[in-house]
């Protein structure tokens, strides 16, 4: 035989509950609180004569931002149940997170007369899920750090030789794509070997490092990229720069290297510092490739050390040449 539960039982029940517990009342705009649970002033520090006719957002103060509570809202308007996250505050102030769950209470006619929250604790829950973030975020803080040394040279910051070859290759599809010229220098610091015998190995890597900002400045726009190749050897690749302008580029950059020598010599002694440039500027088609772009930069750096070095030597055309061969 069916019993029915006393409302006694459901009294104590309630009582008993480890989550705090609200019934509020669905009739009126400001739904007013008509009960509290033991468990709501322990977790809230408020004593139920406290709250008795209240709004519930007096949990909020002036926390009132929050997507949580637009959830809350619209739940009452609709007279819907719903669960949410909100920041609420207790009696001495302190912040603690509440899970709210809100559900309607209906009458025997289907009618919504009262609402009945349930407020759970989960400060702990969201702090741990904070910290677990917090540490995601610096484990890929130094993942990215880890993959941009692995990209970079440790002397001159610049990129390392295997980062140049990959962005070459991106470049020159690009450039074909495009249809947009292209223009790759290599540059040498002559007669390093002499200067690192003469002034010492860290005054060597001091000049690769000036040189090397040097090279940065002059190669600045933000498709440039500018990477140590090995040594005292250096490429700068610039997208959309035509012969004309890569020269005009690579003797700005010579010039530069002239000041910065001077610079050298006022301040410690005789530290004669100049560069060659060998240049080669293509407009990609099927008939080369990037790897004949780099050739030829090369083989032109090699003309400018043999014509006295402290220059600029551009190649021909890698149209024309391929046209002869």
Known sequence: MKRDVSTELLRRA???ANEGLVIAEAGTPDHPIIYVNPAFERLTGYRTEEVLGRNCRFLQRNDTRQAGLDH????LRASTGCLAMVRNYRKDGSMFWNQV???????????VTHFLGTLTDVTERVRSEHRLLEKQRQLEKSKRTLE???LKDGLTGLYNRRHLSEQLAREWNRARRDQLPLSLFMIDIDHFKRFNDTYGH???DQCIRLVADTVRRCFARGSDLVARYGGEEFVALAAGVERRQARERAELLREAIH???GERQGRAGPHP??????LATATPDERISAEDLLDAADRALYQAKRQGRDRVVHA????ALATAA
Request: proline share 3%.
């Open 316 to 319: 021909a055309s890698l149209r």
């Open 14 to 16: 309630m009582s008993a």
């Open 148 to 150: 941009g040394l692995a």
């Open 101 to 111: 769950g809100l559900a309607p209470m209906l009458d025997a006619s289907g009618r």
């Open 72 to 75: 809350l809202r619209e739940a």
């Open 273 to 278: 510092v100049t560069v060659s440039v060998g």
């Open 259 to 261: 000041e910065l020598a």
């Open 202 to 204: 860290l005054a060597g």
